[in-house]
């Protein structure tokens, strides 16, 4: 009994400690990527970023307002995209968009690294989130009726001093830190349970029909959970540790990057948008459609292009 023990604790440790170590490594990204975007928010450089981007934002209806979101969420995270919402009157609508957009393009430096650590283009996913971010807002702008109703309303400005606004950061990120390494340690070794007992491979084969239908290898089933459930920074260990197994080919890889690239976090961010009235179905159902087509549009170029595709040939 003791020698049983002994054997499933082992991987169960070899799990925590992976976790724990990739965690570090996206702490190793995260915190001087934060910490340099405070400081350009700080002393005004992001306003003047946002403001070359105002032709983008009225293309997709939007304010040139709304481009401060954008490359706030862009370059940092959803959380920080909606701080800015929240201190300036937008519509419902206008919203609604920028939810679209945020959702489909945000943390691009983090989450860009580590699909690029699985084996898929960097810079191929970077262009594809901001082509599909421009394409939801632009299918958004489109379809939405015109709406004048105020869904935030402006905070007080309030200039704070560097040494508050340092201080705020650093807890800030020690408590974010915290979070992530809990989570990720957690979800390590949930993954080796699941593996340990034959689950994951039960898992795939329920929900084998919805991955096909997606354009997606059964055996994609569980990263597509982990990736929509807590997202790709959260679920960094177990895609990262899925990767080096070899449970996925490159081909399938891609495929599954190409399409968590578009959705992800459906559990985790979506939700965080309806506390500044976001269209919960707008920002939802055209988010997974889009992230379907983006996969099934793959598939036909790797069949009509084999030879720009290596790993994937006439099968596809």
Request: charged fraction near 10%.
């Amino acid at each position: 009994m003791h020698d049983s023990l002994h054997i499933t604790r082992h991987p169960m440790r070899q799990a925590a400690f992976s976790g724990l170590k990739t965690a570090l490594w996206l702490l190793g990204i995260m915190i001087p990527v934060s910490f340099a975007v405070s400081l350009l928010q700080y002393f005004g450089y992001l306003t003047v970023i946002a403001h070359y981007l105002q032709p983008v934002c009225r293309i997709v209806g939007l304010r040139g307002e709304a481009a401060l979101v954008w490359v706030t969420a862009g370059t940092m995270n959803i959380y920080s995209g909606i701080a800015v919402i929240q201190s300036i009157p937008f519509t419902t609508r206008e919203v609604t968009i920028m939810a679209m957009m945020t959702l489909i393009a945000h943390s691009l430096i983090v989450e860009t690294v580590v699909q690029r650590k699985t084996g898929t283009s960097g810079m191929g996913m970077l262009l594809l989130r901001l082509g599909a971010a421009m394409a939801g807002g632009l299918l958004l702008n489109l379809l939405l009726p015109p709406d004048q109703t105020t869904a935030t309303q402006a905070a007080a400005a309030e200039s704070q001093p560097f040494g508050q606004v340092m201080q705020a950061w650093l807890y800030g990120t020690l408590s974010l830190s915290l979070k992530m390494i809990c989570i990720i340690v957690a979800l390590n070794i949930l993954q080796q349970f699941l593996q340990d007992y034959g689950l994951i491979d039960r898992m795939a084969a329920g929900c084998a029909p919805l991955m096909r239908l997606m354009g997606l290898a059964p055996e994609a089933s569980f990263l597509w959970l982990v990736a929509n459930t807590i997202g790709l920074s959260y679920g960094a260990a177990v895609i990262l540790s899925n990767q080096s197994s070899s449970t996925l080919s490159p081909k399938d890889t891609d495929l599954l990057n190409s399409h968590i690239a578009v959705c992800h976090s459906l559990l985790e961010d979506t939700p965080m948008f309806l506390a500044v009235h976001a269209n919960l179905f707008w920002i939802t159902i055209p988010r997974i459609l889009l992230a379907v087509a983006v996969v099934w549009l793959y598939r036909l170029a790797m069949r009509l292009f084999p030879s720009k595709f290596g790993h994937a040939g006439a099968t596809a």
